[in-house]
């Protein structure tokens, strides 16, 4: 596909990814034994990830999804702009925040607030990717990881630029030509 031609390096391919959900997917299984949680996926770079770590979390579990931006105004506090809520009551549900990549952490941060101000008994994050050198708030940490990766701008397996290359079943670096296209 002609696509793939404008990927610069592959990081991690569909196989690393698969294993990688497996493994969080274990760990996600036995941390929450004889809880029933909610998974909400921040849409839509979720989607792919979301989809394969479900296959291997063993548990009783619902989905739920919200489509959220932040607004960061002088302040250092971001304003959430709703494309899409839950339509879950999540008071005193458990909640497991699954997300494609954290940069700044700031939309998460909101988010997370949100959901501990609607009454979740807990609110945890996994994230297949971590970009922790674009940290701007260390109010969220993430408790499972699938890759911490350096700065670069990474495409594919739900991740986009201008909404493209979401549905490459890898991750990989875009080539620089084709953001000065
Ligand atoms: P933040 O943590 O509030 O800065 O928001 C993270 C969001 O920024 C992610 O959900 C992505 O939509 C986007 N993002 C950050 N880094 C990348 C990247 O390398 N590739 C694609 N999207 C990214
Ligand atoms: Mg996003």
Redesign the pocket.
């Given at each position: 596909m002609k696509f793939h031609h404008d990927i610069e390096e592959v990081l991690f391919s569909n196989e690393d990814i698969t294993n990688k959900c497996q493994e969080l997917g274990r760990i996600i299984t036995e941390d929450y034994q004889d809880k029933n949680p909610v998974l909400v996926g921040?849409?839509?770079?979720?989607i792919p990830f979301m989809a394969e770590l479900i296959k291997h979390i063993e548990l009783y579990l619902e989905l739920d999804f919200m489509d959220v931006?932040s607004y960061v105004g002088t302040e250092s506090t971001g304003k959430l702009v709703f494309e899409k809520d839950l339509s879950t009551d999540i008071r005193n549900r458990h909640v497991l925040i699954v997300?494609?990549?954290i940069d700044t952490g700031l939309?998460l941060k909101e988010v997370c607030k949100l959901l501990h101000d609607r009454g979740a008994a807990s609110v945890e994050v996994v994230t297949l990717l971590d970009k922790p050198d674009g940290r701007k708030t260390n109010d969220v940490v993430p408790k499972y990881i699938g890759y911490t990766i350096p700065k670069k701008f990474v495409v594919g397996f739900g991740?986009?630029y201008n909404q493209l290359y979401r549905n490459l079943p890898y991750i990989g670096i875009l080539k620089e030509s084709v953001y000065n296209k």
């Amino acid at each position: 596909m002609k696509f793939h031609h404008d990927i610069e390096e592959v990081l991690f391919s569909n196989e690393d990814i698969t294993n990688k959900c497996q493994e969080l997917g274990r760990i996600i299984t036995e941390d929450y034994q004889d809880k029933n949680p909610v998974l909400v996926g921040l849409l839509k770079g979720c989607i792919p990830f979301m989809a394969e770590l479900i296959k291997h979390i063993e548990l009783y579990l619902e989905l739920d999804f919200m489509d959220v931006s932040s607004y960061v105004g002088t302040e250092s506090t971001g304003k959430l702009v709703f494309e899409k809520d839950l339509s879950t009551d999540i008071r005193n549900r458990h909640v497991l925040i699954v997300d494609d990549i954290i940069d700044t952490g700031l939309t998460l941060k909101e988010v997370c607030k949100l959901l501990h101000d609607r009454g979740a008994a807990s609110v945890e994050v996994v994230t297949l990717l971590d970009k922790p050198d674009g940290r701007k708030t260390n109010d969220v940490v993430p408790k499972y990881i699938g890759y911490t990766i350096p700065k670069k701008f990474v495409v594919g397996f739900g991740l986009d630029y201008n909404q493209l290359y979401r549905n490459l079943p890898y991750i990989g670096i875009l080539k620089e030509s084709v953001y000065n296209k």
